[in-house]
């Protein structure tokens, strides 16, 4: 398919569906084609084993593969009833990891259904079944977005000195580091993302402060440089303190993994490129 490069998150928003309450899915038939399928037959095999996989892993088949059957023409006047199903995001997600992995648009629509969209958040179901691989992305996609919007509040907010301002953040979630400490401390090459070098569970501390510094600023109408960076080094120092009161893991103390995000997104771009060949 000539198309699949110009693919983007567009494309699977384009065929979602919104039914009488509000839920979203995608029909089977309209899917197909984007996954590169010709043939029913074949992409039916995929559903099947994707219904497989959800029954293992003990959710209603029946919820998120309804069956239902719609008349479509096939020529001179004439229609005839087939079968096509109703897809959760769930099960669209279970579909694009039994398909043919050696599809561009596949690994597309792995990106699209697992990780990597934010238009909607992914149900903690969804989340559960993800990798820790599949969770870092996630996790590390919301924390950029994040991020960008905390830069903008915190400008608004009267901080000049970016590096500054969340370098105090680490210092309350670290009991004391520096972004830099931190990049020594996990063997990193010279500016090489702290971010992108962390597991899941570490990455999720760090969206929490993310998100709840942006939100102290603009509850408390933060105004200076210096009362910014006081905000952001109490929300970390806050969420420290609320780990060790649930017994939780410091994030100093979580395990660096063994590849970064970087390194796991070019293998991924060298396997889709072997495979398109």
Known sequence: MNEVK??????????KHIDAFGNEYWDARELMPLLEYSKWENFHKVIKSAMVACETSNYSVCDHFPEFRKMVD??????????DYHLSRYACYLIVQNANPKKESVALGQTYFAVQTRKQEISEIEYGM???????FYQRNLTKKGNYSLNRTAVKSGVK???KFHNAGYKGLYNGETANDIAKRKKLRYREDILDNMGSVELAANLFRITQTEQKLINDKVQTEKEANKVHYTIGKNIREVIAKNGGTMPEKLS?????????????????KIGTK
């Open 161 to 163: 000195n970016l590096d």
């Open 6 to 15: 110009k693919y983007n998150e567009k494309t699977f928003e384009d065929i």
């Open 130 to 136: 993800l990798t820790e691989e599949e969770k870092r």
């Open 74 to 83: 096939i020529g001179s006047k004439t229609k005839r009833g087939t079968i």
């Open 256 to 272: 660096t993994p063994k590849k970064s995000l970087k390194e796991l997104e070019r293998e991924k771009k060298e396997l889709n």
